[in-house]
């Protein structure tokens, strides 16, 4: 569990750690990987959200994924990228956050992602929650938090305890 006071300086920021969809580079599950391989090219990132045809949360692609399938005995080639659909190869399993102000299940799954998907409880894609975020929100909590609260040294908290019991 995240200490109050941290919890509490991290929210006072005002700032929203979420990216909204409508700013999110995605592709369409039926989209060969042709396309995801140019939009993720474009975009420079290696790994967006797939949504299907009413923007649910299908899953995520990567360049690597794509990048896979190119691959032959005989060498590279671009020709199963033009037949293949991208749910064909996409990661299915993906943890998605539906309560954006659980910040403890954020900061666990940012631990090995670089951003996590944020649905409803429909599975509608809503944006994406990135460590980029998050980490501005540590700052902020980094450079703020003795202007709300004082933070004593577990060496002085044994000290005054001690004092106190003598």
């Not at 309560?99 to 809503?126: A, G, S, T, W």
């Amino acid at each position: 569990m995240i200490d109050k006071p941290i919890e509490a300086v991290m929210r006072q920021s005002n700032r929203d750690i979420l990216i909204p969809a409508d700013l999110v580079a995605t592709v369409n599950e039926d989209n060969n990987l042709q396309h995801a391989f140019l939009v993720l090219t474009k975009v420079k990132y290696a790994k967006i959200p797939v949504l299907d045809n009413d923007n649910h949360f299908k899953g995520l692609i990567s360049l690597s994924m794509i990048t896979e399938q190119m691959l032959l005995d005989t060498g590279i080639t671009t020709r199963p990228l033009d037949s293949m659909k991208i749910k064909e190869v996409m990661q299915k399993d993906v943890p998605t956050i539906y309560e954006r102000d659980n910040l403890e299940v954020i900061l666990r799954h940012l631990v090995n992602e670089n951003f996590i998907p944020y649905v409803d409880h429909n599975n509608k894609f809503l944006g994406i929650i990135t460590r980029r975020e998050l980490f501005k929100e540590i700052n902020y909590l980094a450079h703020n938090f003795s202007k709300r609260y004082v933070a004593l040294s577990a060496y002085h908290e044994k000290s005054v305890q001690q004092t106190a019991v003598q």
